[in-house]
């Protein structure tokens, strides 16, 4: 396996393995669960373990960092794209199970073998490569079912509320997309952070810190739809502590429903982005919206 620079948001068996030298070399605490995804917590591991080895901390997972956590002991070199120009063309991969890259270069193989005993010319192979089958999740999250802002999303997951005078900056990024442009982590940011995600995305939101406005945002939907944003309502009884609302509104993305809950991917959801299951029986779906245009 050729490795490339990732970095957070990065999906697939490069992730893996970074993370599996965390584990090893850089003796992360707790260990990190190898699910393949750089989310927040292999971003606070690599750069922890970029500080302790003196090098760039920036997050950035590159030849150094690779070197430096002994990848080359147990994969092949990152390879210049100078001096290897075929090679190059090979892209990061992102969101590829493990399964499938082995099958991949299986099937790449074995055709080769069959109808050209002979190896071939360097300038053959580069002139026509062998077709190349897509896996099922080689896209980012959501990308291959019209919801790229989900793989923003998911990237995002652990970001929390910061107890006492301090406030977490990544949330006051998330309010900075909308007009009321909140300093502090303790305003219900639900809406700021679905605005955000749909900004990164090359979306335009609704630019309202009110959950409750994306109830007419976009074009309704008349069934759910993974990634799609849901208006959810709960009489006030006060703060609640699922979703920050005082009002009783709360707006997120979709993942999936049962007859009982509706779990949903979002922002200030126990106070950090994180999965949620709601029951239906003490919050009411309002409305479902999907971005026009899509």
Same mark, same amino acid.
């Given at each position: 396996m050729r490795l490339t620079e990732i970095d957070r948001g990065c999906r697939g068996q490069q992730v893996q393995t970074l993370q599996h030298l965390l584990n090893?070399?850089?003796?992360?605490?707790?260990?990190?669960?190898?699910?393949?995804?750089?989310?927040?917590?292999?971003?606070?591991? +690599?750069? /922890?373990?970029?500080?302790?080895?003196?090098?760039? +901390?920036?997050?950035? &997972?590159?030849?150094?960092?690779?070197?430096?956590?002994?990848?080359?002991?147990? +994969?092949?070199?990152?390879?210049?794209p100078v001096a290897a120009p075929v090679a190059a063309s090979v892209q990061p991969t992102r969101n590829v199970p493990i399964p499938s890259i082995r099958r991949l270069n299986a099937g790449a193989a074995k055709p080769a073998q069959a109808?050209?005993?002979?190896?071939?010319p360097a300038a053959a192979?580069?002139?026509?490569?062998?077709?190349?089958?897509?896996?099922?999740? /080689?896209?980012?999250?959501?990308?291959?079912?019209?919801?790229?802002?989900?793989r923003i999303a998911i990237? /995002?997951? #652990? &970001?929390?509320?910061?107890?006492?005078?301090?406030?977490?900056?990544?949330?006051?990024?998330?309010?900075?997309?909308?007009?009321?442009?909140a300093? /502090?982590?303790? &305003?219900?940011?639900?809406?700021?952070?679905?605005?955000w995600c749909l900004k990164q995305a090359g979306i335009q939101g609704n630019n309202s810190a009110r959950a409750k406005d994306f109830g007419t945002w976009g074009r309704g939907l008349e069934t759910p739809r993974y990634g799609c944003i849901v208006h959810l309502h709960?009489?006030?009884?006060?703060?609640?502590?699922?979703? #920050?609302?005082s009002s009783g509104n709360h707006v997120a993305f979709f993942i999936s429903q049962t007859a009982t809950h509706i779990t949903l991917l979002g922002g200030n959801q126990g106070n950090r982005v994180r999965e949620s299951s709601y029951p239906l029986s003490q919050y009411k779906v309002m409305a479902m919206r999907w971005p026009n245009g899509r």
């Amino acid at each position: 396996m050729r490795l490339t620079e990732i970095d957070r948001g990065c999906r697939g068996q490069q992730v893996q393995t970074l993370q599996h030298l965390l584990n090893t070399t850089g003796k992360a605490r707790p260990a990190l669960d190898l699910d393949g995804v750089f989310g927040l917590r292999t971003d606070q591991a +690599v750069r /922890e373990y970029q500080a302790r080895q003196s090098l760039a +901390v920036d997050g950035v &997972v590159g030849r150094d960092t690779w070197t430096s956590l002994g990848a080359g002991r147990t +994969v092949a070199p990152i390879v210049d794209p100078v001096a290897a120009p075929v090679a190059a063309s090979v892209q990061p991969t992102r969101n590829v199970p493990i399964p499938s890259i082995r099958r991949l270069n299986a099937g790449a193989a074995k055709p080769a073998q069959a109808a050209q005993p002979a190896p071939k010319p360097a300038a053959a192979l580069r002139a026509a490569p062998p077709p190349r089958r897509i896996a099922p999740l /080689e896209q980012p999250a959501g990308t291959d079912i019209g919801a790229p802002w989900m793989r923003i999303a998911i990237a /995002e997951k #652990g &970001v929390s509320e910061i107890k006492g005078g301090q406030h977490n900056r990544r949330i006051i990024e998330y309010h900075a997309a909308t007009g009321l442009a909140a300093k /502090e982590d303790e &305003v219900a940011w639900c809406a700021s952070f679905v605005n955000w995600c749909l900004k990164q995305a090359g979306i335009q939101g609704n630019n309202s810190a009110r959950a409750k406005d994306f109830g007419t945002w976009g074009r309704g939907l008349e069934t759910p739809r993974y990634g799609c944003i849901v208006h959810l309502h709960r009489t006030p009884k006060g703060v609640d502590s699922r979703t #920050g609302s005082s009002s009783g509104n709360h707006v997120a993305f979709f993942i999936s429903q049962t007859a009982t809950h509706i779990t949903l991917l979002g922002g200030n959801q126990g106070n950090r982005v994180r999965e949620s299951s709601y029951p239906l029986s003490q919050y009411k779906v309002m409305a479902m919206r999907w971005p026009n245009g899509r």
